[in-house]
């Protein structure tokens, strides 16, 4: 059984920065899962955020944060973190972080049926 615990969320104005993370436990083998972020507003569909390789040398983004976030992940304390910056009132979501096997490498990294393993996502609200 994997456990992903997302927290860092919270109410912040816009402009303003926060720091999600997303602790990873109960099988050794997650550390060599990639990582997604994904965020889902209210009456809309999950979104693609970003997504960290097993190893973190590549990462990806969706267009809407593109120059304002960015993901890393510390493979030794099974965590990964999401850097948000300039956040605007459309960044407000619950956040969700979750785990894919790596066989899935060439395929869509927006691709929700891939993860495997979810969280039970983190509320982010920013006013303006």
């Known amino acids: 059984q994997v456990l992903l615990v997302e927290s860092g969320g919270g109410l912040v104005l816009a402009g303003g920065s926060l720091r999600l993370f997303c602790a990873a436990s109960g099988r050794a083998f997650i550390s060599t899962y990639d990582m997604g972020w994904f965020r889902q507003a209210p009456g809309k569909e999950r979104e693609f955020v970003s997504a960290i390789t097993w190893n973190g040398v590549n990462t990806y983004y969706g267009d809407s944060v593109k120059g304002r976030f960015t993901i890393s992940r510390d493979i030794a304390k099974n965590t990964v973190y999401l850097q948000m910056n300039t956040l605007k009132p459309e960044d407000t979501a619950v956040y969700y972080c979750?785990?894919?096997?790596?066989?899935?490498?060439?395929?869509?990294?927006?691709?929700?049926?891939?993860?495997?393993?979810w969280g039970q996502g983190t509320q982010v609200t920013v006013s303006s």
């Open positions: 979750a785990a894919r096997n790596r066989v899935y490498i060439n395929t869509p990294w927006d691709d929700l049926q891939l993860y495997e393993y």
